[in-house]
């Protein structure tokens, strides 16, 4: 018999097929658009359309689709965040994880990290979920059977992780680097996990 989804997946399934709708109103409107402007436009060589020389160049163009594609990236990240706000109330508390013995999967914790992490610009060129998960945060038994003080424990390592990713971001930025290569990575994260915070739970390093 299959799982019951839970409520927050359902909610989740309900806010993807909302924003799977508008994305597709939206390209339908551009769509009807670009036919209208093409139905009126003069069918006339184009060396007789006043003001050609005035359009702006191919590389024009495609420089401010990167500016708009920059922007509407920045737009859908802030969206992500406001979903995951408005989404926390479906999510058990401290109080309500103590009592039912729940807390937030590990896979959930490192995704929803990654999501608030502001890289600015500073790529990095791997997958840093699957990075995580196989080398840095404990297995998925170990994670379930944490510490009783695991819920707070989980804050913590939040507060941890994002030190590291701001420190190593601050790094790369100061180099004049665009990018954080995997050693740098773990080569701070092992600073500040180990060196500063003594490696806590739920760091494979400890």
Same mark, same amino acid.
């Given at each position: 018999?299959?799982?019951? @989804? ?28 670009? *036919?209208?402007?093409?139905?009126? %436009? &003069? ?6 359309? &006043? ?30 965040? *406001? ?5 926390? &109330?479906?999510? @058990?508390?401290? +109080? ?15 995704? %929803? ?6 890289? +600015? ?13 196989? *080398? ?7 994670? %379930? ?36 290569? &995997? ?6 994260? +092992? ?16």
């Amino acid at each position: 018999m299959a799982d019951r @989804p839970s409520a927050g997946q359902e909610q989740q399934q309900d806010i993807l097929s909302t924003l799977g709708k508008s994305q597709e109103a939206v390209v339908e409107a551009i769509k009807v658009w670009v *036919e209208t402007v093409q139905s009126i %436009t &003069p069918k006339v060589p184009p060396a007789q359309v &006043p003001g050609l020389d005035k359009l702006p160049k191919p590389e024009e163009v495609v420089a401010n689709a990167y500016d708009f594609a920059e922007q509407l990236l920045a737009g859908q990240r802030e969206f992500a965040e *406001e979903v995951l706000r408005a989404m926390s &109330p479906l999510m @058990p508390g401290e +109080h309500e994880q103590a009592q039912t013995g729940r807390r937030v999967s590990r896979e959930g914790f490192v995704t %929803t990290f990654l999501m608030s992490v502001d890289t +600015h610009g500073i790529r990095f060129p791997y997958d840093l979920k699957s990075y995580l998960l196989q *080398e840095v945060i404990k297995s998925d038994d170990e994670w %379930t059977a944490g510490p009783v003080e695991a819920s707070s424990l989980v804050s913590q390592a939040e507060a941890i992780l994002r030190e590291a990713f701001d420190k190593v971001i601050r790094q790369a930025m100061d180099a004049g680097s665009d990018e954080v290569s &995997p050693e740098l990575l773990d080569r701070v994260l +092992h600073e500040v996990i180990e060196a500063k915070w003594r490696c806590p739970w739920p760091f494979y390093f400890c």
